[in-house]
């Protein structure tokens, strides 16, 4: 059946193009401009004038059975064809660009949970002097004058112990992940 109508398409091939050029050369303009208007975009608007041409050539029975006007059929497809692309468009979800201020999605939290237990066992390790100048530092986010003030000490000691304190951690976390590799294999 689909190489009968071949056949058929390739030897009207030359009358169909003639068919599509005299359609557009009679009704380019209304289409377009009744495209325009519906859709209020002049490219958009063209592609639905060609679509609607495409459909035209593909069914060319339906122009010549004498049935209505030629270009009540085109401006019906022309329609169809914003109607189908509206409705494509309604049915998928709206893209939303992506935030530089939104974090990235993280997968598997586990890792994040693991280094939190970690990094809270450092810090029970540490002596309450070291950790409440973390605290105050980090935590509380003051600065070396602010947390000298809070703790009652020099700054220079405040600045003294938050490094002996980081230092301390930053060994701690090194070496922690080997034993648990240990623990667990």
């Not at 009679?26 to 209020?40: C, Q």
């Not at 122009?63 to 998928?92: C, E, F, M, Q, Y």
């Amino acid at each position: 059946m689909a190489a009968m109508r071949s056949r058929t398409r390739q030897s009207r091939g030359t009358s169909d193009e003639a068919l599509v050029r005299a359609l557009y050369e009679e009704h380019g303009r209304a289409l377009l401009a009744y495209a325009t208007r519906l859709i209020g975009d002049r490219a958009a608007a063209e592609d639905v004038v060609q679509e609607t041409l495409i459909r035209a050539w593909r069914h060319p029975d339906a122009l010549l059975n004498g049935k209505g006007s030629v270009r009540g059929w085109l401006l019906t497809v022309a329609r169809n064809i914003v109607t189908d692309r509206h409705r494509a468009r309604a049915a998928r979800p709206t893209e939303v660009a992506e935030s530089t201020a939104a974090p990235p999605v993280e997968r598997d939290h586990a890792e994040a949970v693991v280094d939190a237990v970690v990094v809270m066992e450092a810090l029970e390790r540490l002596s309450a002097d070291h950790r409440d100048v973390l605290y105050v530092l980090y935590f509380r986010g003051q600065s070396v004058a602010e947390a000298a003030r809070t703790l009652g000490i020099p700054p220079g000691t405040v600045k003294s112990r938050s490094h002996y304190a980081l230092k301390a951690l930053r060994d701690f976390c090194r070496h922690k992940p080997v034993e648990l590799g240990e623990v667990a294999a």
